[in-house]
Structures are given as structure tokens and as C-alpha cells.
């Protein structure tokens, strides 16, 4: 059963506090419920009690509700994480967001995020199979590095710190099907896990192979393999996984622990995708031409931890991610792909190279203190510590040309929050943050390409530019204000502000050079072509050259007002706050101009979850969740327009789910809501729909049978998410059913 306390039928009117089971694990009969609830991501171990905002953790039944059904990080967190959006159901995570804004995701403390080249696929690169809970806090927040603008996610791995003399293994397999064509679509899955602790030392291993094969809409056509134009799709994909961590525990205080993990993903698509068709759909008449979409990315980390260390708890980590992704081939399209790489043929524009790989070599020291301290008599908590860090980034077509600037940014950074009881009630926390960064901006030339000017009806080709870099050098303070108070024994208020920090997307700023203004168009081309200098209003002669500090993206700093209630109590626990962000330097990407651009902007929203026991084995939990936003589109200043729907997609989301325990059999249901958008000018509709999961389980000999179907009546359905990348209606997943049978020994 995956959650196991519930809201009671007041809340639910109110459209429940959701079914995190952020909840599920204080059981005792402690007056302060919530003090049971240790998050880890928040640096060092925290009580959810001091945290002033959002919080969740789900926990392994959670995890296994989910991938019962062959879901992976995104679904988890699109099922069950309020702030999250719905998940676009590719390899990509593109215009997947976190209350509007961009996700830090952690595996263990230590992020997967490319900062200087955001390309999204992140969440489906994490195996569930190796995790043993997750951490979501909501949110801006610098604490955890930059990123962190709306949120921040941890995955827990599992460790074999807690096991027994003798190897624990956990065999799982099964299969999973579209209904509207079990033969070419069923795909097997399968993992191996084993678990061992030999006196000091220990151990746990993964392995974790899935594969898709065709896959449907609920019209029961087929879908594309690359519905978001190069991000890749869900068919035809082979991913392998394997991880590995060891530990020892050199006395009682410290420990040691050397872990690895590698991903590894191949899709090969059979053929491109109509873009022009309603809904996105495969050109039958159109053979595939590229290199497979691709994902080979290695993530080696040694962590030391003393708990008995001088100045408090001691937490140590180096890590170091290798990390390498191709992305699809992409062909020229008079309305979704207008702008491609360029040989000289105008009557097939697209170059035989127009696809691409990144490669990041990031590496990161982290030393963490938390130490207990008395201030005014009181008992109080500081955690501070340095970071050092290494990135260097590259993007390159498959010819071997760089797209975007060659970037290596070196960082530091050094912070410390402070946790201080005023009461036996109230708790106040504040930090602060230094972040400080040298860039190192290497010389390239902008290929030659080609671009389709749409309100004329012609292409033009765009020679190349030449971009100088150069060294550039930046920091930031940021810093958080709150404060948890408990109003009741098992009911608590908390609320604060908090500053987020992000690099900006600088290679997607850097692939367009040329492209990104007027006035880098008018630098760089001028007025040699009359339609440019017509369209952009350009008088001088064009200079095919320019600085990267023509280009440079500002850094984005986002402050984040929220102000919440959580309960916690045996039969019923939920969570609801709401929230305002604002930025001056918001990052977008607009769909229809194929241009990356900074402004002004505000997201705002409400979110609520809860859970609560109908009876004996039988439970109900929900979701609701609101999202909005709006920026400055003209740059006066003044907040003018509706954020596009990659930002935003589905405003409101709901989800109600009820889990049944009979006589062995555990059974659950659930309706999923999603609301539609209309507001995001020149952009497709989104329409609102509302789909049913339902899944049952039972023990069988040693292990566990389980069933899962996913949309249950076939809704034909307009997935919102991937709709928004590429303003191209694209279909959401038919009805697929999961058969899966997990045993340990």
C-alpha cells in the first residue's frame, strides 16, 4: 500500500492536502509528530518541523506503487508531487518544471544538472530500482547550489548500512503493453539488487535493464519517436543501469563510502516525425537517417562522514560527473524546425550533420559542518560549509563542428544556515550564501545555417559567425528567512522567503549567436541582406563577428514568499501552502521564434496534498495543485503578458486515489486531472482532460504479483507538457497495462 495515512472528508472539500507520503512514517505516540520526519537534503539531517516550506518524502511503497506500472522518475513525481508538472512521457525532460521554474535534481546530496547547457534529460537517467526514497523540498533555495529555482529533488539511494551478514536479493521482471497492439509494443523489464553487510564493510548492488518497443495513443495510433523535435521520444529505447555502493565504517562515529552509477540509453527511431499532422505523428514515407538518441553518463562519488568531529557532524563528498547525450536528427520545417545547420542546398536545407552531442565533465567538493550551538539559552543548529566545483561543457555536431562556445566555469561558494528554537513552539531559520564564479568562455565559429522567415515566406542563409570569448568573473549573495510554528500538537504553520541562484542557460544563448536580438541580428548581418535589414530595421553593414559579452546571459536570482499549514496525526496528514516567485532575469524559450530571451516575470500558485484511513485497510489521498504566471514581454518593465505553456502547461492538476486492502488482494484507483490553458498568446490551446490508473497486487509463494494499468478508458488525450516544447499537438500515452512479479530472498 503506498500511503498509509489519509485526509479526513472536511479536507477533502477543500480538495485535500495531498497524498505525499511525506507523511507515512511517524508512527509513534510523540507529542510532535512532525519531529519524526529527518530530511537529508537540506545539507544535514533536519527535522521537517524546522523547515520553513514545502516538504515531501516518499517513501520504497510509494516508489514501488509507481514503477509497478513501468513509470519512472518524472511519472513518480508528476503522480505525486503538487509542484511538479505532468510529465511529457519522453526520454526529455523539456517543459517539465517545478512551480513554473527550473528543478535541482540530486542523487544523494550531489546534482545531476548541467548547468552551463540545460538539455532536461535528467529524471530519465534515474533508476527507481536503486532508490530507496525520495526528498522534495519546495521552493527557491541557494543552499543547495545553483539551480534550485522552484524546487529541489533528492534521491536517496539504497545503502547496505542496514543489512545482515547474510546478501539480501531482490529479483524483479515483467512485462508491459499498449493494449491496441500487445505484439509490437510488449517490452520485458528486469532487476537484480543485492544487499550485504560483512562485519565493518557493506555493500549494495544494482542492475536494471527496460526496454520499449511501438507505442499508442488512446486512439490507438501509433506515436512518434521524436515528438519535441530532437529531445527524443518513448519508443524503441534500450536503457541499461548499473550502481554500485560500498561503505565502511572505520569506528562508530565515521564511515566511508565510495558509490558509482552509470546510465546508459539508446533509442533508435524507424522514422522522422510529421510535424505538420494533428497530432504529431510518424512519417511513414520518411526512413530515419541519424545516429541513435543516445545517453552514456558515468557519476563516481567518495563521501566521508564523522559524527564526532570537533566542531559538530562532518559530512565530506568528491564527486565527479561524466556525462555525454545525442540528440535526434532533425530535418528543416517550415513551422516547428525553422532554423537548422546549412550545406548550400535550398532545396533540402538540412545538413547531414544537423544533430548533436553535449559532453560535461563536472567535478564538485563539498565540506559540510553541522554544528550544535546554545543561543539564548537555547539549543540551536548551524549548518555551514565551503563548495569548490569544476565544469566544462561542450556541444558539437556529429561532423565534429562546436555549436555553442566551449564553456569551463570554476566555482566557489560558501554558506550557513542557522536553525534556532525560540520556543518549544516556534523555531526560526536563516542563511546566507556566497556563490562565486570564473568563466571561461573559449573562441568558436557559429556554423553556417539556415532560416526560414515565416511572415515572409523565404529562407535565408545565415553565414557563419565568428564569436569571441574571453574570461568573465561574477558572484552573488543570496540568502532565506523562516519560521515553523506549531499551533496544535500534530498541526504546524510555517512560512519564509528564500533566494535561488541559477546560471543561466549560457549555451543555448551561445547556439544562437547571432539569432538571440535585434541587436545581435543588426552586428552581425546588418544590412547586406535587404529582407533582414527590412525585417529588423538594421542600417549598417553586417560584421559576421561578435564578443561573447554581446551575448552573455545575466545570472538568474529568484525570490521565493511562501506561507503553508501541515498536520500529522495516526489517521490523517496533509500539507497546503501557497506561494509567490519573482525574477528579473527569467529565462524563456519561445517556441514559435525559436529564440532564448530574459525578462521580468512572476509565478505564482497553491498547492495542497493530504491522505486519510477510511477504515481498516482502506485509504483515500489527493492532490491539488494551481500554477500561474506572467512576464514582461516588450521589456518596459511592466509585467505584460501570460507565460508560455512550457512554463506553465497545465495550470491546475488534481488527483484523487483511494487504496483498498481485502483479503490479501491491495487494490488502488485513481483520477488524475489536468486543466487546460488558453492564455499564452500565439500559442495551441490545452485542453483539459481526466484519466484512470488502477493497479492490484498480491503476495505469491516468496514475492509479490502485481498488475497496473495506466489510463484505464483509453483517453484520447493532448499531452500538455510535450504540446508546450515545440507548440505541436502532441498525443499522450493509450491505455498500456504492466504485469510484474518482485521476490526477495
Avoid at 115 to 140: K, Y
Avoid at 688 to 717: I, K, P
Wanted: aromatic share 10%.
Amino acid at each position: 500500500m503506498p500511503y498509509t495515512r489519509l485526509c479526513p472528508p472536511h479536507m477533502i472539500a477543500a480538495l485535500l492536502i495531498s497524498a505525499s507520503p511525506m507523511a507515512v512514517m511517524a508512527q509513534d505516540a510523540s507529542p510532535y509528530l512532525l519531529d519524526e520526519i529527518v530530511v537529508t537534503a537540506t545539507r544535514t539531517d533536519r527535522p521537517v518541523s524546522a523547515i520553513p516550506g514545502s516538504v515531501q518524502v516518499i517513501d520504497a511503497e510509494a516508489l514501488r506503487s509507481v514503477q509497478a506500472s513501468g513509470g519512472g522518475a518524472a511519472d513518480l513525481l508528476a503522480r505525486l508531487v503538487p509542484g511538479f508538472s505532468f510529465s511529457n512521457q519522453t526520454l526529455s525532460g523539456a517543459s517539465e518544471t517545478f512551480r513554473g521554474r527550473g528543478l535541482l535534481v540530486m542523487v544523494d546530496g550531489v546534482p545531476r544538472n548541467t548547468p552551463l547547457r540545460d538539455v532536461s534529460r535528467i529524471l530519465s537517467t534515474i533508476d527507481l530500482n536503486t532508490v530507496e526514497r525520495v526528498e522534495v523540498i519546495g521552493g527557491a533555495s541557494s543552499l543547495y547550489g545553483a539551480g534550485a529555482t522552484g524546487g529541489t529533488v533528492n534521491f536517496i539511494t539504497k545503502s547496505g548500512s542496514r543489512a545482515d551478514g547474510k546478501p539480501r536479493i531482490t529479483l524483479e521482471t515483467g512485462v508491459r503493453a499498449y493494449t491496441h497492439d500487445v505484439d509490437d509494443s510488449i517490452a520485458p523489464f528486469a532487476t537484480l539488487g543485492v544487499e550485504q553487510k560483512l562485519g565493518a564493510f557493506d555493500y549494495a548492488l544494482t542492475l536494471s535493464h527496460t526496454r520499449t518497443r511501438l507505442t499508442y495513443d488512446g486512439a490507438g495510433r501509433r506515436l512518434p519517436s521524436d515528438p519535441m523535435l530532437g529531445q527524443g521520444g518513448g519508443d524503441a529505447t534500450r536503457k541499461w543501469n548499473g550502481s554500485l555502493r560500498l561503505g565502511y565504517d572505520l569506528d562508530a562515529s565515521r564511515r566511508i563510502e565510495l558509490s558509482y552509477e552509470h546510465s546508459d540509453i539508446d533509442q533508435k527511431p524507424e522514422y522522422f516525425a510529421d510535424y505538420q499532422s494533428s497530432p504529431v505523428s510518424p512519417d511513414l514515407d520518411s526512413p530515419y537517417t541519424g545516429k541513435s538518441i543516445a545517453e552514456d553518463s558515468g557519476y563516481l562519488t567518495l563521501r566521508y562522514s564523522d559524527d564526532d568531529f570537533a566542531l559538530g557532524k562532518l559530512s565530506v563528498s568528491l564527486s565527479r560527473n561524466d556525462v555525454m547525450k545525442r540528440f535526434a536528427f532533425t530535418r528543416f520545417d517550415p513551422a516547428v524546425n525553422t532554423l537548422v545547420y546549412y550545406d548550400g542546398n535550398p532545396a533540402d536545407p538540412t545538413a547531414p550533420w544537423n544533430q548533436t552531442e553535449m559532453e560535461s565533465l563536472r567535478t564538485t567538493l563539498n565540506i559540510g559542518v553541522d554544528s550544535d550551538l546554545s543561543v539564548f539559552g537555547r539549543d540551536a543548529s548551524l549548518s555551514w560549509g565551503v563548495e569548490l566545483g569544476e565544469d566544462k561543457t561542450t556541444q558539437k555536431l556529429t561532423n565534429g563542428a562546436a555549436v555553442a562556445t566551449p564553456l569551463t566555469n570554476r566555482s566557489s561558494a560558501a554558506y550557513a544556515q542557522l536553525t534556532l528554537p525560540v520556543s518549544n513552539a516556534v523555531t526560526l531559520s536563516g542563511g546566507l550564501r556566497y556563490d562565486h564564479f570564473r568563466l571561461d568562455v573559449g573562441d568558436f565559429t557559429r556554423p553556417r545555417a539556415y532560416y526560414y522567415f515565416p511572415n515572409y515566406r523565404t529562407g535565408l542563409d545565415l553565414a557563419s559567425v565568428a564569436v569571441t570569448g574571453g574570461n568573465f568573473s561574477f558572484g552573488e549573495w543570496t540568502g532565506n528567512l523562516g519560521f515553523t510554528a506549531f499551533v496544535g500538537p500534530t498541526t504546524q504553520v510555517f512560512g519564509g522567503w528564500s533566494q535561488g541562484y541559477s546560471l543561466t542557460d549560457i549555451g543555448s544563448f551561445t547556439r544562437r549567436a547571432g539569432m538571440n536580438s535585434v541587436a545581435e541580428i543588426c552586428t552581425a548581418y546588418g544590412n547586406d541582406n535587404r529582407l533582414v535589414a527590412a525585417a529588423y530595421g538594421c542600417s549598417a553593414p553586417g560584421t559576421y563577428a561578435l564578443s561573447y559579452a554581446d551575448i552573455a546571459p545575466k545570472p538568474q536570482i529568484v525570490d521565493t514568499y511562501e506561507l503553508g499549514l501541515r498536520h500529522e496525526a495516526s489517521t490523517w496528514n496533509g500539507q497546503v501552502s501557497a506561494f509567490y516567485s519573482t525574477s528579473d532575469d527569467g529565462v524563456n524559450f519561445d517556441p514559435i521564434t525559436n529564440r532564448v530571451s530574459q525578462q521580468k516575470e512572476q509565478v505564482w500558485g497553491i498547492e495542497a496534498q493530504g491522505a486519510w484511513t477510511l477504515a481498516s485497510g482502506t485509504m483515500m489521498d489527493g492532490m491539488l495543485a494551481f500554477r500561474e504566471g506572467r512576464y514582461d514581454s516588450d521589456g518596459d518593465g511592466k509585467i505584460d503578458a501570460w507565460l508560455g505553456n512550457n512554463r506553465i502547461g497545465s495550470p491546475v492538476r488534481a488527483r484523487l486515489g483511494v487504496t483498498h486492502d481485502f483479503s490479501g488482494w491491495v487494490s488502488r484507483a485513481e483520477a488524475v486531472y489536468l486543466g487546460g490553458r488558453s492564455r499564452a498568446e500565439g500559442q495551441l490551446d490545452l485542453s483539459t482532460v481526466t484519466l484512470v490508473n488502477a493497479s492490484v497486487s498480491r503476495e505469491l509463494g516468496q514475492g509479490t504479483l502485481s498488475l497496473a494499468v495506466d489510463n484505464l478508458f483509453d483517453r484520447d488525450y493532448v499531452n500538455p507538457t510535450a504540446t508546450a516544447t515545440r507548440n505541436a499537438k502532441s498525443a499522450g500515452q493509450g491505455r498500456t497495462v504492466a504485469v510484474g512479479y518482485r521476490i526477495s530472498f
